[in-house]
């Protein structure tokens, strides 16, 4: 608070011309005719109640900003002018000085005097019938005046923006992405879903339909971008890196690159693409490539999605048991280290596994059939801490109203979508039938299965009621989730154990 502004003959004196308003004319003519240490005695409120009689003051024209200072503040000269003594002393002083139009607007700690956060209009002066009371505490620190600022308290209310398409939380050159940020909250209700699987399997696709879009949509407007019929005749990969998407109901949906990727591959070979010095061969890139990115999704992730298109590649399994070992140890709570030798509080998280059987036949669905599926995966699996059973069931769903509860057992968290465009039309048994009975062509063709938008309908429903098991020893909100997945990245790119593996591939 300075003193020149309050002793500034332009504020009270010449180029007057409105009459003033009513809370300030008691106070103006002291203004006008003491010296300063005097001046700011008759500031004090009891005296504006006082000099209650109109004054003939000339008119004032700018806002006033009352400022009252601590009394320990108070300059020496005060004390030593006051008429009476100690008690005035106690008494905050109010300086009152005009609103000068070239001053900055109103910083965060007066707004906290405001019943809400000034207008545009007002914080630039122009309502002068508004006057500004600013109370100073030396002692509030900049961060805890900003802390209880209406206009930062409002846009921590303002819901984050809807998210219309995917982002890169890695992109292609396998690096993180901050941009995903904005998008989070600082709440713990939410749902980390990531996806794994070999090239062209469907990973996008059942992203996109488990958080955003319809299956009868058109696939150039999914959220996760499905491979164009020009890749896949080119034998290509659409998806690269790691994309990002967070639904309303906050679930984050991480879809991956292919894992061990052919197109990857001949892009690295032909393309003479630069290989990280670390990395000898391509296909030792490639597959480090796609451990790093599976032991990260079983660090991040409370489920992570297994696509296959087909039953079954071995190779898969083994891959999956190779990220698993390879996955970085959960921090722990007061250690900052994410490599390898994390956990002292012997407490390990691993994610829930759900094996997804995309574009299944009809021969799929037939119960003894699913019955087998369910006994290799399970014997494949024997030995992982990955929670692969007992966390989702296709016979929960009703799709098999007539097979018993434990007809499965032991039932592993396996799911069978059914080719898309099966939907509606019509096979072989319809069209069987239709020659001999043609009553029959009223009738929908016999399936074995409900139909797709149903088939990911139910899935959606059996994935959003999983368990949400800790992902680390505290509890994340979004954003505590988006630093500690960046660290795990970090961790998992540097990891002594992946580099160790890596110059074994040779
Ligand atoms: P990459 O990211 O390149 O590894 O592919 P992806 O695994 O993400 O597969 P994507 O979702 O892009 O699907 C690959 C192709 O398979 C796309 O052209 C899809 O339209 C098609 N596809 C996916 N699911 C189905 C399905 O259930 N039925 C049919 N007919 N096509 C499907
Ligand atoms: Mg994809």
């Known amino acids: 608070m300075s003193e020149s502004g309050h002793s500034q003959p332009g504020m009270y004196g010449p180029g007057r011309r409105r009459r003033r308003r009513r809370g300030d004319r008691d106070i103006g003519p002291a203004c006008q005719n003491l010296s300063g240490p005097s001046r700011d005695r008759d500031y004090q409120p009891r005296e504006r109640r006082d000099g209650s009689e109109e004054s ?110 995917s982002i890169k939380l890695v992109d292609e050159q396998m690096n993180w992405c901050d941009s995903a940020m904005e998008y989070l909250r600082d709440q713990t209700d939410m749902l980390v879903v990531g996806v794994i699987g070999l090239q062209g399997t469907g990973k996008s696709t059942v992203m996109s339909l488990l958080s955003a879009n319809a299956p009868e949509e058109d696939q150039r407007g999914y959220v996760f971008r499905a491979q164009t019929q020009e890749m896949k005749e080119r034998g290509g990969n659409q998806s690269t890196g790691i994309d990002f998407f967070i639904t309303q109901e906050r679930i984050i949906f991480l879809d991956t690159q292919p894992v061990l990727s052919p197109a990857i591959l001949d892009h690295l070979i032909n393309n003479d693409r630069k290989l990280p010095p670390e990395y000898n061969q391509p296909y030792t890139y490639v597959e480090m490539q796609s451990l790093q990115i599976a032991s990260f999704l079983f660090t991040v992730c409370h489920v992570v999605i297994v696509v296959q298109d087909w039953f079954t590649d071995l190779n898969l399994y083994r891959f999956l048991q190779t990220a698993e070992m390879l996955k970085p140890s959960t921090p722990s709570a007061n250690h900052d280290s994410t490599g390898s030798s994390g956990g002292e509080d012997g407490a390990e998280y691993y994610p829930h596994i759900v094996f997804l059987q995309n574009k299944s036949r009809r021969e799929d669905f037939c119960p003894r059939n699913l019955k087998d599926m369910h006994m290799v995966v399970d014997k494949l ?126």
């Open 56 to 165: 003939p003051a000339p008119l004032i024209q700018k806002t006033p900003i009352i400022l009252a200072k601590p009394p320990g503040e108070r300059a020496k000269p005060l004390q030593t002018t006051a008429v009476s003594g100690a008690p005035v002393l106690d008494k905050p002083i109010m300086l009152m000085k005009a609103r000068d139009d070239t001053v900055k607007p109103p910083t965060p700690p007066e707004a906290t005097t405001q019943p809400s956060g000034p207008s545009k209009v007002e914080r630039e002066g122009q309502r002068p019938t508004q006057p500004v009371y600013q109370i100073q505490n030396r002692g509030m620190s900049a961060s805890a005046s900003s802390a209880v600022d209406p206009l930062v308290g409002q846009s921590k209310l303002i819901p984050p923006e809807k998210m219309k398409h």
């Open 381 to 506: 699996m024997a030995h992982s801490h990955l929670k692969y059973k007992g966390s989702l069931s296709m016979l929960d769903c009703n799709i098999f109203p007539g097979l018993g509860q434990n007809y499965m057992t032991p039932e592993v968290n396996m799911f069978l979508l059914p080719m898309q465009d099966m939907d509606g039309e019509d096979n072989l048994t319809k069209s069987g039938s239709t020659l001999t009975y043609p009553l029959f062509s009223l009738l929908p063709g016999y399936k074995g299965h409900p139909s797709f938008s149903t088939m990911i309908s139910k899935l959606r429903s059996q994935i959003l009621a999983m368990p949400r098991c800790q992902l680390s020893h505290t509890i994340l909100t979004e954003k505590n989730w988006f630093h500690y997945a960046a660290r795990i990245w970090d961790g998992v790119k540097k990891s002594s154990a992946l580099s160790e593996y890596s110059r074994l591939l040779g």
